[in-house]
């Protein structure tokens, strides 16, 4: 399916919200999953193609050409509306999603597959524990706004500074923690530092870790070993890899992931 973008909203310095209208929207079929999200198909900027295209036949115009495939949340659904919002994270000049959101403008369109997701916060839990970067604020926000007034949450989240804060709303209590990349020599032990010197309320809680892979794996070693954290049905798990695009990334993802199951 495909949508036109009719809103660019620029929320930060590194976080674009991009409302998308039309195209097959009225066929957009959401989950109900918090985390849900759709494989965008980003098109190399020489492509002799444009959005709507025929997938089988453009991946058969060479590796040059094919378009791009990139997992992006779904921050917003509006069933009324058939509008559908993706908050987009702009990391410089290289990649594919980054850029294409960065210049978005209006009437741009973006074919996608989807939604899949597979997280809702337990309601039987405690309390819930968020952790992770920017391109986990997206379905941690939705996480937030499904959640009562009688529910606790307590979110570590990671940005470069203050002003790549994005306000949350939420009817639960919310104990929202900042961490700033600017604050530190190494951004990369952010996460794993705060989580480990939190007292958590009890062990009954729900956890939800998405992000950098290097960062998410460290903490999932963490919560595996010092609260017996079930790796199989906690919803912890790499967004993306640094110095590696998502191509890359994919290629090695299986035997790192094989691997990851080693470090307990
Ligand atoms: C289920 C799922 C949901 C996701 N939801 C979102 C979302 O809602 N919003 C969102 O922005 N991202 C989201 N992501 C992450 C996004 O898919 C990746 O960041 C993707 O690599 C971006 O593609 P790109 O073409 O911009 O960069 P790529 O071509 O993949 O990478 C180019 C370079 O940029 C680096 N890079 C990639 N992403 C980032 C980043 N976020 N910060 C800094 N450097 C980066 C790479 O390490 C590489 O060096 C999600 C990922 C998954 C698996």
């Not at 939800?208 to 199989?232: I, M, N, Q, T, W």
Request: overall charge negative; proline content about 6%; glycine content about 6%.
């Amino acid at each position: 399916m495909f949508a036109e973008v009719t809103k660019v909203n620029r929320l930060t310095p590194g976080l674009v919200r991009i409302t998308f209208s039309g195209g097959d929207l009225e066929d957009f079929i959401s989950t109900g999953y918090t985390d849900q999200y759709i494989n965008g198909y980003f098109v190399p900027t020489e492509a002799p193609y444009e959005v709507p295209f025929d997938l089988d036949e453009v991946r058969g115009l060479g590796a040059e050409f094919r378009p791009r495939p990139r997992r992006f949340t779904v921050r917003k659904w509006d069933n009324d509306e058939k509008t559908l919002t993706i908050d987009f994270v702009v990391h410089g000049e290289s990649g594919y999603a980054g850029p294409w959101a960065q210049q978005a403008e209006l009437g741009d369109k973006l074919q996608f597959k989807g939604p899949n997701g597979s997280y809702v916060p337990d309601p039987n839990a405690d309390w819930h524990l968020f952790a992770g970067d920017e391109t986990a604020l997206p379905s941690i926000s939705v996480s937030l706004e499904a959640l009562g007034p009688d529910s606790h949450c307590v979110v570590f989240l990671v940005v470069d500074s203050q002003e790549f804060e994005v306000p949350v709303t939420s009817d639960a209590s919310v104990d929202f923690k900042w961490l700033h990349r600017e604050s530190t020599l190494e951004p990369s032990n952010l996460l794993l530092n705060a989580i480990s010197e939190f007292e958590f309320a009890s062990e009954n809680f729900d956890i939800f870790v998405h992000g950098e892979a290097s960062e998410v794996r460290e903490l999932r070693r963490y919560l595996v070993s010092e609260y017996s954290v079930d790796p199989k049905t906690a919803s912890i798990s790499p967004y993306w890899r640094r110095n590696h695009t998502d191509e890359a990334w994919r290629e090695v993802k299986k035997e790192w992931l094989s691997d990851q199951e080693n470090d307990i």
